[in-house]
């Protein structure tokens, strides 16, 4: 395994790119913008949804799932949705292959099985959902329907790169509805939260909550929230949004509920999703040259035991160490894998598991077995201590949870030091292109001056920010008046 | 809900669609022959995911995930693979919707968005994922490589039922290659019984295990073995396959290695799979006519507490009652909901508990309040005992165990009475049409007489059993000679 990592310092994009291959997380496909992820990739992603699972059963979700192929006719019904995804679709128009006449051994597609009506492959169900959901919802007691869904979606993306933009996706979708419009905005809110929570306690990465200016909003939302993180190049990545939806939904495919007073109305509805993207997220928060750093509560091996011998009674003494050791880790729910694998040495072990991001690697040598030590080395920091055997379950439990808040502070510290207050424009294109981050900048509302701001700048509103404190002040645009700073950045 | 059942003697496959959609498990969609599994149903199927799941990795294999669309050319590699799948595909063509000039407010499919190669919805996904391990494996240090994926799937069947035969289903891939042919082998009969253990361990499920005949195997395999069902009407239900590929995608694909002796040689394949065709076996072995029966080992309730009450300090003890009990139950690892809900009365919810399978039901009422008992109500028998409260949790804990047991024994009892020996042709017919189940024959090994069987008698053979005593005999239809019986029937 070659781990020589274009650094971050010399092109932070190719840094990317080669990490992920080279840590064996992910690898383009020979279909055209869509990825095939690895199963180290998977196994992360795997704790992701695992946890994710858990929070949304936690507050009142149920699994269910629904087809991934939609007739025009209903991705149509919601307008504003159909035209935010109708530019990047994958459309099934024919439904066999039959042998190609012209071509022996080839097949080509059988014109006599054309659809009377094209399928979509999902690029987000609500669509087909709310059509079900029609069937479901009757009265008052069908409320509150709270389901999520895990799932592939297809967006035809032009520009692809690995787990940031994919024209196929894993993800999972929320979809409720309610009966008020108060109890949607909640949800929505909740929702919010809970990707925000998940994000900082699992992935250690800070967030800022907000909502989307119009212009950023979900093709088909009333209000989309959002949890916007910032990568070490100094660029924003959305990492998770839900969206308020009003009735849009309800109305495009007429689903009303009867209220407890006997009264009909359209039901409220939210949407929500987090998806592979979170790897990309995951990878450039803390990953550093040397390859890949993963935060314990996501990582699939959070322990590594390397033995390093000569002889064959020393790799013996130490494999019994190491299955002790395993046994006692295992037992506080640490994961734990002994690489005794003998095609490689310890050195290359080494560069693969750092390369890989495991958060903690022992090594025990003949040394050790003389005096009852191992090496503990931490992937974060880089640093090594020899500790007594006696002290290894502790010593790994506590730097579990010391990595962990280590990697979130180091994160915030960096997050925080780059969010910049600015006044004037020059000022905002200035910060802009030599220290990057987000820019808290008074904006005056409009959807022209955010086009103008974006054209020049590249910039995009990441989002207004719920702590936003009411200032009042004038567009770094425009001049035109502003009641609250929005923040700006380049974005992934 | 309305609860009445068409009984399965009036008709089995009247009552089959009605339960699963009276039990909440299923629907079918707007999309042709796709469905939508609904929040019940999709319980259960997690259920079984998260059991196979852990026995694949118990077994050394991981998960990875592979794009849905299929390039055709790839598609094309394996000959016999696309042949057998040609003829159900759902095809990408077009990657672009736009505003029907026509019809304002309609979208049609942009012209100008057409694919240079059309894009086939995988219906397996041996050919993406060969053609990606050609890039992952080039020395025996590669191998075995043992990876599996949870997908969806799209076969455009024409006649399609809910769970047994959709065009979309849910399911899980396994796609291992190995050095050696025995080692491919090995590993095909290994999933194989994986399934096995797995249909008779938690589906409650006897299956035979057995290969299939050339005309019944997988397309591109060299052997498919299979574990068959069989299905309170008589019929068989394929419930899991396995496949040994040979070399056939090594060689479409071009997948070498180095051996250990530096030989350059082709790799040898598995796949093996199971389907949300799976739920469909599970409902049809153990329900009647009242609805759906679980077995504990699936049932995502395995205890239901329903509280009888006239007056609120009566609700509130039963309440307390309930929750000590649910306390001590869930320490036990059995899962219990309280059905506390206003809005039906305990008749109605006795009902849908009956129709949706929980394997037990407990009632409090105000007797039991005065006397220190519960009702305990099995769903397999409908039988119901009076406890005292200090023996229920190890009278719910042996009735698991003991329901589990139970309904195994029952299916394997009526699947050993509907095994039948048949020595002449007439025999055959008139056990096929009368008492159904698998019939033990005789055949002498062709094609030919495999496909007369089949037009004269719709019955196929559904597999040679591995357990096969070999015994030499005539076939029951030619005449010919013949080593060994094979099982006939009837399939879903
Ligand atoms: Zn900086
Ligand atoms: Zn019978």
Redesign the interface.
């Known amino acids: 395994m070659s781990k020589n990592l274009t650094s971050r310092a010399e092109d932070y994009s190719k840094w990317y790119n080669e990490l992920v291959v080279k840590a064996d997380l992910a690898?383009n496909?020979?279909?055209r913008g869509?990825?095939?992820?690895?199963?180290y990739g998977?196994?992360i992603?795997?704790k992701m949804q695992a946890e994710l699972d858990r929070m949304f059963k936690e507050t009142g979700h149920?699994?269910?799932?629904?087809?991934?192929?939609?007739?025009?006719s209903?991705?149509?019904a919601e307008?504003k949705n159909?035209e935010g995804f109708?530019?990047?679709?994958?459309?099934?128009?024919?439904?066999?292959?039959?042998?190609d006449p012209d071509n022996p051994?080839?097949?080509r597609?059988d014109p006599d099985a054309k659809l009377e009506e094209?399928?979509?492959?999902r690029p987000t169900s609500e669509a087909?959902i709310w059509?079900?959901y029609k069937?479901w919802i009757q009265s008052y007691?069908d409320l509150p329907l709270l389901?999520n869904q895990w799932?592939?979606v297809?967006r035809?993306e032009m520009r692809t790169r690995l787990f940031l933009r994919t024209a196929?996706f894993?993800w999972q979708e929320g979809h409720t509805a309610h009966e008020t419009k108060a109890e949607a905005i909640q949800e929505a809110e909740l929702m919010n939260n809970v990707y925000a929570t998940f994000a900082e306690n699992f992935m250690a990465i800070p967030v800022i909550k907000g909502v989307k200016s119009e212009s950023e909003r979900f093709a088909g939302a009333v209000e989309t929230y959002c949890i916007e993180a910032l990568m070490q190049d100094g660029k924003a990545l959305q990492a998770g949004t839900s969206h308020f939806l009003g009735q849009n939904f309800a109305k495009a495919f007429d689903v009303k509920f009867t209220s407890k007073e006997g009264k009909q109305d359209y039901v409220w509805a939210t949407s929500w999703g987090v998806s592979t993207r979170l790897m990309g997220a995951l990878i450039m928060t803390h990953s550093d040259d040397k390859g890949l750093v993963l935060p314990p509560n996501l990582a699939p091996n959070q322990v590594v035991i390397v033995p390093i011998y000569k002889t064959d009674e020393q790799l013996e003494e130490i494999s019994k160490i190491a299955n002790l050791m395993m046994g006692d880790l295992r037992a506080k729910h640490i994961s734990v894998k002994y690489d005794n694998r003998t095609?490689l040495r310890p050195g290359a072990k080494f560069a693969q598991h750092e390369l890989q991001g495991v958060p903690l690697r022992i090594a025990i040598g003949p040394k050790d077995l003389e005096n009852g030590t191992v090496e503990v080395a931490r992937r974060d920091t880089l640093t090594k201590e020899v500790i007594a055997l006696d002290n290894v379950t502790s010593t790994v439990e506590n730097l579990m949870t010391e990595i962990q808040t280590a990697l979130y502070t180091k994160a915030l510290n960096f997050r925080d030091s780059h969010v910049t207050l600015v006044d004037t424009f020059d000022e905002f294109k200035n910060v802009l292109e030599t220290k990057g981050g987000f820019i808290s900048a008074h904006w005056d509302g409009t959807i022209e001056t955010e086009a103008k701001i974006k054209e020049i700048t590249k910039a995009t509103i990441r989002c207004i920010p719920t702590d936003e404190v009411p200032e009042n002040g004038i567009c770094v645009y425009s001049g035109s008046s502003s009641k609250g700073r929005v923040l700006f950045a380049k974005a992934y």
Chains 1, 2 share one sequence.
């Open positions: 690898e496909s020979a279909v869509c990825m095939v992820i690895k199963p998977y196994a992603w795997e149920q699994n269910a799932y629904f087809p991934l192929l939609i007739p025009k209903l991705f149509e307008e159909a109708a530019k990047e679709c994958a459309i099934v128009t024919h439904y066999r292959l039959q042998n051994g080839k097949l597609v094209e399928l979509i492959v087909i059509n079900t069937g007691r389901i799932a592939n297809v035809w196929e894993l095609t």
